[in-house]
């Protein structure tokens, strides 16, 4: 098992954001977390990425605790997050941005031929390695974040929403580059507002209402699930 969360009770400010969640994702897979906003997807994210602190319960990361480490520490681990909205750095060019996604790495050789797969999966991001990255349409800022984080040559890939503020035909590229991410060996946690995206692109997922979890199943089976399609899928 890559990741488990055991029993994690997390507070947002003076909110209990979660009220005690268990969850694992096992090497190779994707899993999605769904569920409405404010139901602590991203809480559950930040706790795992060490920006939170749980009150209550752990994170154990390849069979260690996690929950001390700090942030920097959890990369160097192997975790690395795709914040929601992207937060790249719009005033640095594109390259410099990938970059940065590699600046706790020694390894320089090794980091050059890291940017060579980036610019694989993403050759727009090629075309514009001078270019500001505050300055590329939204479809590609995601492709950028996406790029910076894998810099880091993570085992574990958490992405944040996606698909949030992007045309259909965009998010449709980018699913696909996350779906070839996964088959060349990255493990991926995701939370997405699109469940049924979500679902179609995941090996399994977890339903998140009010900081529990309250359903937990594969991704095929969530998506024939009655209460599912009724509070997610639009039916």
Avoid at 155 to 166: A, R, T, V
Avoid at 167 to 193: C, S, W, Y
Wanted: aromatic share 4%.
């Amino acid at each position: 098992m890559l990741l488990e969360l055991k029993n994690i009770k997390t507070n947002y400010g003076n909110i209990r954001a979660l009220k005690g969640i268990s969850l694992n994702v096992d090497q190779g897979e994707i899993v999605c977390l769904i569920g409405a906003n404010g139901a602590g997807k991203s809480t559950t994210l930040m706790t795992i990425s060490g920006v939170l602190t749980p009150i209550e319960g752990d994170v154990l990361y390849q069979g260690r605790s996690i929950v001390d480490d700090t942030p920097d520490k959890i990369v160097q681990a192997g975790i690395s997050q795709v914040p929601e909205g992207r937060m790249i750095f719009p005033l640095l060019t594109v390259k410099e941005n990938l970059e940065m996604g590699a600046y706790l790495r020694k390894d320089k050789a090794e980091v050059q031929k890291d940017l060579e797969r980036v610019y694989g999966l993403f050759p727009i991001l090629k075309q514009r390695l001078k270019q500001q990255g505050g300055t590329l349409s939204g479809g590609e800022q995601q492709m950028l974040a996406i790029g910076r984080a894998l810099m880091g040559r993570p085992k574990l890939l958490i992405l944040d929403e996606p698909s949030l503020g992007l045309a259909p035909i965009v998010v449709g590229a980018i699913f696909e580059i996350i779906k070839t991410i996964a088959e060349r060996g990255t493990t991926i946690l995701l939370v997405e507002q699109n469940a049924q995206l979500a679902l179609e692109f995941s090996d399994r997922g977890y339903v998140l209402e009010t900081g529990l979890i309250t359903l937990a199943d594969s991704s095929q089976a969530l998506s024939q699930n009655e209460e599912v399609r009724k509070a997610y899928l639009g039916e």
